[in-house]
Every structure is written in C-alpha cells, then in structure tokens.
C-alpha cells in the first residue's frame, strides 16, 4: 500500500547519527534521529528535542573543559581522591551523566557544515536551515496537502526514519580520550518503515496540536515525516505513549518442559505526531517556502 509513498519520501527524508559515553566511561554508544527537507534553500523539519541533541556537544565540551581546569587549578592542594570527589559534585558528574556527543548530518549536503535552529514555542518541532554548504544533497522534497479536514481517526498512514542503528564507523581513542569517527566500519543506518491508523487527536489548552496513531513512534524516528500512501506529508512523528491496557498476567506456563511462572503488565504503545496544519503554520511564521497540492 505505501510502496510508492516510502519512495517518495525516502527522497527528503535523511538520519542523524549520534554516538556518546558517559563519564567515565569508555564505551561509546550510538543513536539516531531523522530530519525532512522541505525546499532547495536548506531547510528542514525534526523535532525540539533532536534539536536539543544536536546543540548539545559545544555544552558538553565546555562543561568538560571547566571540570578539567578545575581539578589542574586544585591539583597538589588537597588529596587526589577529595579533590575529584568534590569536582565531580559540582559540575554533576556520575556513571549515568553524558559526558560527550558527537553528531552527524547523513547524505545532507557538501562542503562546511552550518545550521541554525529555529524551535516551535508550543510543541515538539524544529526547523533547521543549513547554511555555507556547497551543495545540497536532495533534489525532491514533500508536497503537504491543502486541505486537512480528512485527517480524521480512520486515515491509514505511514512513518519513516531510522530507528535502529546500525553504523560502525566510531571508536573509542585511549590516547586523547574522546569519540573518533573513523574511515574503516559501515557508515550508513537502513530506513525502516511503521504503518498506523490513526486513532485521536491530540489537543492542549483547547486546541488541536497533533494525533495520535495506533502504532508506536519507534526510537530514531522522532522528526521523520507521516505520510499517505501517494506521499503526501500530514505530520511528523515526535513521540510514544504508553496506555495501561489493565491486563496484567500472573500464569504458570510450560517453556522448554518447564514449567515458568509468568509475571506481565500489558501497554498499548502508540505513536504520537505533530499536525500538518501546525507545521504548515510554523513555515509561513518563518517564511519558509513549501509545495501544497
């Protein structure tokens, strides 16, 4: 049914790939997100919180370097152990704090990068223009429908972005201590389609921001476009809610010739996506030109 659809989209539509650690740690995790471009002057939809990632490494780095110097200004004043204790409670540093990101722009464009981010007010969208490249990398970009009202519960549609990673090309490097990316791995994410029906629509303060679809927003694809099957836009995925469905298990069952005594809490996990009409709002407030049709 979305064949065609996920062709087209799949045209705009490109990862990011993530890698981090945490303090003190070595090994480097990886992550995705998606983004859309919307026309040939660089700009681009995902969503306020893959923005937040993305503005992250340059506050990591400079959290970092304050840490740092605060433990060579307080070095061979007080004991080692003391001194990197009270450091660390200061700038918040534990097992589970990011300690450093790297982010990438995958099949977006030549030359240097540089972007600016624009972020929605009232929910989780963001706009991104690229800027100082030399050529972008997408010769197509989505066409949004002009009349909204059948985006009703009912409208079957379809998801795309790049929810499970599988780039290699990233190390760990003892002798600077920092996230390499590297020549040798693989460095491309496969896309990976979700269809849904939608199921409500999600409203704040009286007003329609969004709906919800009867199939989760899987991770990595917050920022990707929600499409028909002829690859026209109606939203974009931002998130997952999880609905407690009440049928919770306590069951004894044979696995293997064993009996096993099942414990289990059942949730309906579904996805939920901003609404065209807002995102088509948030363009003209910032002027940035579109296709509708």
């Known amino acids: ?34 983004l859309f471009f919307i026309n040939n002057d660089g700009w681009a939809f995902t969503c306020g919180h893959v923005a937040d990632l993305l503005g992250a490494p340059r506050g990591l780095r400079r959290k970092a370097e304050a840490f740092q110097k605060e433990l060579s200004d307080r070095r061979g004043k007080e004991k080692e152990k003391k001194l990197l204790k009270e450091a660390e409670k200061k700038f918040g540093y534990s097992k589970s704090a990011v300690f450093e990101v790297h982010n990438r722009f995958m099949n977006c464009i030549e030359g240097t990068l540089g972007f600016e981010i624009i972020k929605h007010s009232g929910v989780d969208a963001a706009l991104i223009r690229f800027k100082g490249y030399t050529k972008l990398l997408c010769d197509s970009f989505p066409v949004f429908p002009s009349d909204t009202s059948s985006l009703q519960p009912g409208k079957f549609l379809c998801r795309l972005g790049f929810p499970f990673p599988e780039f290699t090309n ?32 999600l409203s704040a303060h009286g007003k329609v921001f969004g709906f919800e679809m009867s199939t989760p927003g899987l991770r990595g694809q917050s920022g990707g476009p929600v499409f028909d099957a002829e690859g026209k ?18 069951q004894e069952v044979l696995r293997q010739g064993m009996k096993q005594r099942i414990r289990d809490s059942a949730f309906l996990h579904v996805g939920g996506c901003i609404h065209i009409d807002i995102l088509k709002s948030f363009m003209k407030d910032n002027r940035v030109q579109f296709s509708e049709a």
């Not at 109606?234 to 999880?242: E, I, L, R």
């Open 1 to 34: 049914m979305f064949t065609e659809g996920i062709e087209i989209v799949g045209g705009f539509t490109r990862p990011i790939h993530s890698v981090s650690r945490n303090y003190g740690s070595s090994l480097v995790q990886r992550g995705t997100a998606t």
């Open 170 to 201: 990233f190390a760990y490097d003892e002798n600077t201590d920092k996230i390499i990316w590297t020549d040798t791995g693989r460095p491309t994410t496969p896309r990976f389609p979700i269809e849904g029906m939608v199921t409500r629509r």
């Open 233 to 250: 836009v109606w939203g974009m995925q931002f998130g997952t809610k999880h609905l407690d469905l009440n049928f919770d298990v306590d």
